[in-house]
């Protein structure tokens, strides 16, 4: 293998690494919008699900101690968004970029004490057989358990949405609560879940960032990526296939920003630093003048009024 | 047969703004304090602190009054574009570019004399700020793109675009490796109303004045403002009307922008009289927390701005004498903000323990 394609191959498996964090946020977010709600606290679930993951790991020594917690912890935080939304109808939009600012104030104020340590969290393995596969192996079968655990959630999403009764509730709830009640559903029950759910594989993200994207907390580590998740869920039509790609998409730049860092290319940091964000205004940009919005659930961002 | 019940009032609350902002206050602080409890740090002295940084005494009170102009400013904005359901949350990096526009004015005509360069100053940062707000507007009226998102984004490269300046072409020579502009000539700064009798409180505040009294007028007595009020309530309806609800929407952005704009254009030259990172603190999404608070209404919008100012002051105060990290800020503003969205129902609704009948 000459230097080039060596080069290459290690770019697009750091691909699969940066990307793997937005795919977790991303997925979670749409799962939640597919029940109906719009939950624009994915930042600010993600970075309390990487500062949880970092401290649980550092107490108890085991990373997947951290994976949970930052699952709860993610989970549990987006129960304020059901508590203000599905119980006393506030307006989703802002609660959302409450729970944004709530959740980042939070972590960075628990975090202070922590930030620099580092821990021990994921280490890669390489998948047997799958990893000898030339090319696909190196960029796909040569990472941590977290990763290999994402590979499982597309699919799984995809299998549950439209094969089984409870997705079919899940997207009844999303697109006609009315008619969903009518069927003696409960989908405000269904919206919790959808919130949780959502909130808990956002924690997920975040988890990833402080355990195997790095071992350590900082402040502020997230920079962005949930709101890129928010938007991802538009670019993918509300679709876990085109999720995928929107998050390999985002991790390709982020490995690519890195490298060229690393190479000392003759750019300002701060103009690099702009090309996720540029790029993400990009991709919005293409899906919505393709009709993109009308992907949407039905009722999203609508709340269910309470029954007198 | 006990479980409460959910009834609509036939009226909204009485005086609900301010009993549900009363609890709403009472229950963030309260989640705080037990939160800096499990910090380890003496929970009623840090309430006492917040108290007396942010408005015990004049010298807090002129900080809080400081504090509150930009604010103020770009919370005017965000609640105009709200009551529009625009959901403009830009306004920090429309604060950002109208900073930027406005030292862009001062590097490029140094010498102007301070009556020429005030004007072109704050010209600058309002034609930077608004540009910057409007980009997002048109994306969202050509393409049907989610504002939210694209003015959050236009938060982040608005910021880096700050940074890129201030680390490259415009880094003062003489300042040791530092990021930031030379200092302002005297001509480019906002000075003190009256330091004998109002301390540092510089003409900004004449600033927030005249826009507050400018857009009231605008939005009371002018055709367009009084649709821009009732566009936002219906846009199928306006749009009925025969209202030109793109051109309202374009207008709102760009004037969310270029209130930001000046607020950038104040807190650049007023306070660090120079362009430099460090004016990056937030206040476009205070500003948010602010519009929601005072329900969009333009007259409530000072009080809060003024309160939640004395907040971020008060936290300053915690930092210095017990240590708490800035971050204790935010949770205050997001706890208020949830706690406010969810009081809000009861202006709409009520419980009630009776059955059926």
Not at chain 1, 147 to 162: D, E, G, K, R
Not at chain 1, 282 to 294: F, N
Not at chain 2, 215 to 223: S, Y
Request: proline share 5%.
């Amino acid at each position: 293998m000459d230097m080039d394609t060596a080069l290459l191959l290690s770019i697009l498996a750091a691909t699969v690494q940066s990307g793997t964090p937005i795919l977790y946020a991303t997925l979670g977010e749409m799962f939640t919008e597919r029940s109906g709600v719009l939950n624009l606290g994915v930042e600010g679930m993600m970075i309390v699900g990487a500062f949880t993951a970092f401290l649980a790991t550092h107490l108890t020594g085991n990373p997947w101690a951290g994976v949970l917690a930052a699952g709860l912890c993610g989970g549990g935080l987006s129960l304020l968004h059901g508590v203000v939304c599905l119980v006393f109808q506030g307006n989703q939009v802002v609660s959302g970029l409450a729970l944004t600012i709530l959740g980042l104030g939070l972590a960075d104020f628990l975090g202070t004490p922590y930030v620099g340590i580092t821990t021990t969290g994921f280490q890669a393995f390489a998948v047997p057989v799958l990893a000898d596969i030339p090319v696909l192996g190196t960029i796909f079968f040569r990472h941590d358990a977290l990763v290999y655990l994402s590979y499982l959630l597309p699919p799984l999403f995809w299998l549950f949405m439209a094969r089984t009764r409870a997705g079919l509730a899940l997207r009844a709830a999303g697109e006609h609560p009315a008619a969903a009640s009518a069927a003696g559903l409960s989908p405000v029950r269904i919206r919790w879940c959808g919130i949780f759910t959502g909130g808990f594989l956002a924690g997920l993200g975040g988890a990833y960032l402080s355990l195997a994207y790095t071992h350590l907390w900082t402040n502020n580590m997230t920079s962005g990526r949930g709101w890129i998740a928010v938007a991802l869920v538009i670019f993918a039509f509300w679709r876990p296939g085109r999720a995928v790609f929107g998050a390999y998409l985002f991790g390709g730049v982020m490995a690519l920003q890195l490298r060229l860092q690393a190479m000392g290319a003759n750019l300002p940091s701060s103009l690099m630093l702009m090309l996720p964000y540029a790029l993400t205004v990009l991709v919005l940009l293409a899906s919505s003048a393709r009709g993109g919005g009308r992907a949407a659930p039905a009722a999203l961002g609508v709340n269910i009024e309470p029954e007198e | 047969m006990f479980l409460p019940r959910v009834v609509k009032r036939q009226e909204p609350l009485q005086w609900g703004s301010f009993f549900i902002f009363a609890a709403a206050l009472v229950v963030s602080l309260g989640v705080s304090c037990a939160l800096l409890a499990v910090h380890g740090k003496p929970p009623l002295k840090a309430l006492a602190v917040l108290w007396s940084g942010g408005f015990g005494g004049p010298f807090a009170l002129e900080d809080t009054l400081l504090k509150s102009i930009p604010i103020f400013l770009c919370s005017l904005g965000v609640a105009v574009s709200f009551r529009m359901q625009v959901w403009n949350i830009g306004a920090e990096g429309q604060f950002a570019l109208g900073a930027v526009g406005a030292t862009w004015a001062v590097l490029a005509f140094p010498g102007l004399p301070m009556w020429a360069m005030m004007p072109v100053m704050f010209l600058c940062a309002a034609v930077a700020g608004g540009l910057w707000a409007a980009v997002p507007a048109v994306l969202r009226l050509r393409f049907g793109m989610n504002e939210i998102i694209s003015t959050l984004m236009f938060n982040y490269i608005g910021i880096l675009f700050l940074q890129f300046l201030v680390y490259g072409a415009w880094k003062d020579p003489a300042s040791f490796g530092f990021p930031m502009t030379p200092i302002f000539p005297k001509a480019a700064i906002i000075g003190p109303i009256s330091p004998a009798t109002l301390g540092r409180v510089h003409w900004g505040l004449a600033v927030c004045a005249g826009v507050a009294v400018l857009l009231a007028v605008f939005l009371k007595r002018t055709r367009l403002g009084f649709e821009l009020l009732a566009g936002g309530e219906n846009p199928r309806a306006a749009r009925y009307a025969r209202m030109p609800y793109n051109l309202l929407v374009l207008l709102v952005m760009s004037l969310c922008g270029a209130l930001a704009g000046f607020a950038g254009c104040i807190e650049t030259s007023a306070t660090v009289n120079r362009l430099q990172p460090s004016i990056m603190v937030g206040y476009g999404y205070t500003a948010i927390v602010v519009a929601w608070l005072s329900r969009l209404r333009v007259s409530s919008i000072a009080c809060f701005a003024f309160l939640l100012a004395g907040l971020r002051v008060g936290v300053e105060h915690l930092q210095l004498d017990l240590q708490v990290p800035a971050a204790f800020g935010g949770i205050l503003e997001g706890m208020i903000l949830l706690s406010v969205l969810a009081g809000q129902f009861f202006d709409r609704y009520r419980f009630t323990l009776k059955g059926r009948s």
